[in-house]
């Protein structure tokens, strides 16, 4: 049985506030949050821990909605929550809001934003607290599993990242049998295309438009643009594609996040000649330097050339230690791939699930996972 509450009736808002950031320092006691970024760490809180944040405006994020962990100190890009735990849980609001977020509230003005007057007024259906319990204690399986496969391939990136160092960069001089060549010579940089020309025509079902925020969060979201499913084969993302955004953000990463359409500011790699771990390994390797050349560049956003990738020096094994090596690495990135690719759809589970559960089609112990 669930009852229908505005926000305002069972929780109090507050801003947060600019610090003193003579005071900031990487050394303090509680971690300071600016909107949905870390941004150091300060002596004072002004938020408790397990308190329901909302990111009020900024230059992303706006009505993303968070959990404080531990006591923290908000800036004023946030509004803290504090909730009536006889009515709500901050928990079942997490993810009650979770897969729709608050975003839908920003006014559209030139500022982005969200204000204390706006969340008072929404609407929100609640169980009781005993089944909201029970459906946080069932959705936090789902995460746990999420959050063990996370740590899994971080230690699985961390092992790849030594045995590259190990075969390539710890060695003296070039073995017999192997050869330099560039990143160009290995693989191929495609660039996506300007997806506000691709629009979906009124008979297709769109496509959602891979850009660098989609890249950065691995996740395609409501509010991704949709391009046609029309367009050439080669601009269409496919889980395990390794993706390099070369404006920007600069940063490679395999993506996990569904079919898609590559935008332009970022590279699909591909090759004809050689595997996805060699040419992800060796893109991955020069990304620091790429990320200094951008950063020295006197512009608003800084980016790499084409010819920075004709100068990016790679070493080409025999084909035995080509073989070799692969056989240590490919297993290893390929299991990074499966585990995100089952995140997201655990995350799609969880989601799908909770008006569900909220609204009692659904039990718990109707749940399997």
Request: charged share 25%; proline share 4%.
């Amino acid at each position: 049985m669930t009852k229908t509450m505005k926000f305002g009736e069972f929780a109090s808002f507050k801003y947060g506030k600019m610090p003193n950031k003579k005071k900031m320092t990487e050394n303090g006691n509680y971690p300071v949050y600016s909107g949905y970024r870390y941004v150091g760490y300060y002596d004072e809180y002004n938020t408790e821990a397990n308190q329901l944040i909302i990111v009020a405006r900024g230059v992303g994020g706006t009505g993303d909605v968070k959990l404080t962990k531990e006591r923290c100190y908000l800036t004023n890009l946030s509004i803290a929550a504090e909730i009536n735990k006889e009515v709500a849980l901050p928990e079942f609001l997490y993810y009650y809001f979770m897969p729709r977020n608050l975003r839908y509230l920003d006014s559209g003005s030139a500022q982005s934003q969200i204000t204390i007057s706006d969340l008072e007024r929404v609407e929100i259906a609640l169980p009781s607290i005993s089944e909201q319990k029970e459906i946080c204690s069932y959705l936090q399986l789902i995460d746990e599993k999420i959050k063990t496969n996370d740590q899994i391939n971080d230690n699985l990136l961390q092992q790849a990242q030594a045995i590259f160092t190990q075969e390539f960069l710890n060695i003296e001089g070039i073995p017999d049998g192997w050869k330099e060549s560039s990143l160009l010579g290995i693989a191929d940089y495609l660039n996506g295309l300007a997806m506000q020309k691709f629009r979906p025509k009124d008979d297709e079902q769109g496509l959602p438009v891979l850009k660098i925020k989609e890249l950065r969060q691995g996740a395609c979201n409501a509010s991704s643009k949709l391009c046609s499913p029309s367009i050439k084969p080669e601009y269409i993302v496919h889980d395990g594609d390794v993706i390099f955004s070369w404006s920007g953000s600069l940063l490679v990463d395999f993506w996990c996040g569904g079919t898609c359409g590559l935008n332009q500011h970022l590279f699909k790699v591909t090759s004809d000649t050689y595997d996805k771990w060699f040419y992800y390994a060796w893109t991955n390797h020069h990304l620091q330097k790429f990320v200094a050349i951008a950063a020295d560049m006197a512009t608003t956003m800084g980016h790499i050339k084409r010819e920075e990738l004709s100068k990016a020096v790679v070493l080409i094994p025999s084909q035995s230690d080509y073989d070799r090596i692969g056989g240590l690495l490919a297993p290893l990135y390929d299991l990074v791939i499966a585990n995100r690719i089952e995140n997201r759809k655990l995350a799609a589970l969880r989601d799908e699930l909770l008006p569900q559960l909220i609204s009692g089609q659904l039990d718990v112990s109707e749940v399997d996972l």
